[in-house]
């Protein structure tokens, strides 16, 4: 006989300062949840400087390094690991572009964002990122 076995896979998934601020975490967490992803962990965070620019070191001689070290050290990050089958593509389908303006209809940037740089969510951009990323915010006790 055969199974289907779906494989399960974890991104992390981040709502920005802005979001944040504007009070939207719980409807952008609707939204992974609405999907059909499943929270495994979920924190508040307020990261530094030092933090945000070894997180973002990929972007680092980007003319919008400095700015972006700003803003994500304005105020308070929500990080939290999505699970669900083909997670990393999944999140990323539903936050939509980065770009809110070039976003489809009914993603959460699209939605929400108002910049590309205040676009009030992040996504792992691929499953070896992915491992990467949750391991900077969260533990092994903590993903448990």
């Known amino acids: 006989y055969t199974t289907n076995i779906v494989t399960l896979s974890r991104t992390l998934a981040l709502i920005k300062p802005d979001a944040f601020d504007r009070n939207l975490s719980g409807k952008i967490i609707e939204h992974a949840l609405d ?12 990261l530094n400087k030092k933090q945000v620019e070894s997180f973002y070191d990929v972007h680092k001689d980007r003319p919008f390094f400095s700015s972006l070290v700003k803003y994500m050290t304005s105020s ?57 990323e949750i391991g900077f915010f969260f533990n092994r006790r903590e993903l448990l």
């Open 35 to 46: 999907s059909g992803l499943r929270i495994i962990t979920i924190k508040s965070v307020i």
């Open 76 to 132: 308070t990050t929500v990080a939290m690991v999505l699970e669900g089958p083909n997670a990393v593509d999944h999140w990323r389908r539903i936050m939509g572009a980065t770009n809110p303006a070039e976003a489809l209809e009914g993603t959460i940037r699209k939605q929400f964002g108002e910049s590309v740089e205040r676009n009030c969510c992040h996504g792992s951009d691929s499953n070896d990122n992915a491992l990467k």
